[in-house]
T-cell receptor, first 115, second 113 residues
Framework: AQSVTQLDSQVPVFEEAPVELRCNYS??????LFWYVQYPNQGLQLLLK??????LVKGINGFEAEFNKSQTSFHLRKPSVHISDTAEYFC?????????????FGKGTHLIIQP | DGGITQSPKYLFRKEGQNVTLSCEQN?????MYWYRQDPGQGLRLIYY???????QKGDIAEGYSVSREKKESFPLTVTSAQKNPTAFYLC????????????FGNGTRLTVT
C-alpha cells in the first residue's frame, strides 16, 4: 500500500528565515506528488504538484518543491517565510495505475512562524 | 466561481442520532470524496464516488453511509453506529484520473455529545 511520511509534526521558524518541510513516500514506478496548505478551520488548498518533467516545481505563495526519485522525497521549501504562512501543510501522493480512491495524505506538518 | 460547498460549517448532535453532512460542487467533476480529519492523524478516506449511482468504501467507512444520486451532490450520513463521530469532515472532488489534484470544500466540524 502506498504511504506518505512527514517526519516533522511541527516546525517553528522565525519570520523571514528559510524553511524546509520534509516529505517521503513509499517507492513505486511512477508517482504524482502534491503539497496542500490548510489554514485554521478551512479546507485544503493546492500549493503545487509534480506530475512529470522538471524535478523542481514552483507553486503559489513563493513555495517550491523538489522531486528526488532516488531518495523518494518531495520536500517543500520557501526562502523567506511570512507570518501569514502559519498553517498546516500536507504532502500527498497518487500512483500511476493506482486505484480511483484519490490521494494518500501524510499526517501534516504545522508550520509556526515566530516574529 | 466554481467550487465545493459544505454545509453546515458547525454541527452539534446528541449521541445516538444520525446526521447528514451536505456537499455540493459546481466544477462538473466526476469524482467526489469524503475525508475525516482528526488532530495529528492527517486525512483518512471514508467514501469515494467516481460516477453517479456508484460509490466505494474508503479506509474508515464503518458507521458512515453516502449516496450519489446527482453528479453535483455527495451527502455523507454519520450514523449512530460510528463510535467516535466528533471530527472535522472534508469533502473533495476531482476530474477523476490518478494524476488530478483534489479540490476541497471548507469542511464541517461535527460535535457529538
Amino acid at each position: 500500500a502506498q504511504s506518505v511520511t512527514q517526519l516533522d509534526s511541527q516546525v517553528p521558524v522565525f519570520e523571514e528565515a528559510p524553511v524546509e518541510l520534509r516529505c517521503n513516500y513509499s517507492s513505486s514506478v511512477s508517482v504524482y506528488l502534491f503539497w496542500y496548505v490548510q489554514y485554521p478551520n478551512q479546507g485544503l488548498q493546492l500549493l503545487l504538484k509534480y506530475l512529470s518533467g522538471s524535478t523542481l516545481v514552483k507553486g503559489i505563495n513563493g513555495f517550491e518543491a523538489e522531486f528526488n526519485k532516488s531518495q523518494t522525497s518531495f520536500h517543500l521549501r520557501k526562502p523567506s517565510v511570512h507570518i501569514s504562512d502559519t498553517a498546516e501543510y500536507f504532502c500527498a501522493v497518487s500512483y500511476s495505475g493506482g486505484g480511483a480512491d484519490g490521494l494518500t495524505f501524510g499526517k501534516g506538518t504545522h508550520l509556526i512562524i515566530q516574529p | 466561481d466554481g467550487g465545493i460547498t459544505q454545509s453546515p460549517k458547525y454541527l452539534f448532535r446528541k449521541e445516538g442520532q444520525n446526521v447528514t453532512l451536505s456537499c455540493e460542487q459546481n466544477l462538473n467533476h466526476d469524482a467526489m470524496y469524503w475525508y475525516r480529519q482528526d488532530p495529528g492523524q492527517g486525512l483518512r478516506l471514508i467514501y469515494y464516488s467516481q460516477i453517479v449511482n456508484d460509490f466505494q468504501k474508503g479506509d474508515i467507512a464503518e458507521g458512515y453511509s453516502v449516496s450519489r444520486e446527482k453528479k453535483e451532490s455527495f451527502p455523507l450520513t454519520v450514523t449512530s453506529a460510528q463510535k467516535n463521530p466528533t471530527a472535522f469532515y472534508l469533502c473533495a472532488s476531482s476530474i477523476g484520473v490518478t494524476n488530478s489534484p483534489l479540490h476541497f470544500g471548507n469542511g464541517t466540524r461535527l460535535t457529538v455529545t
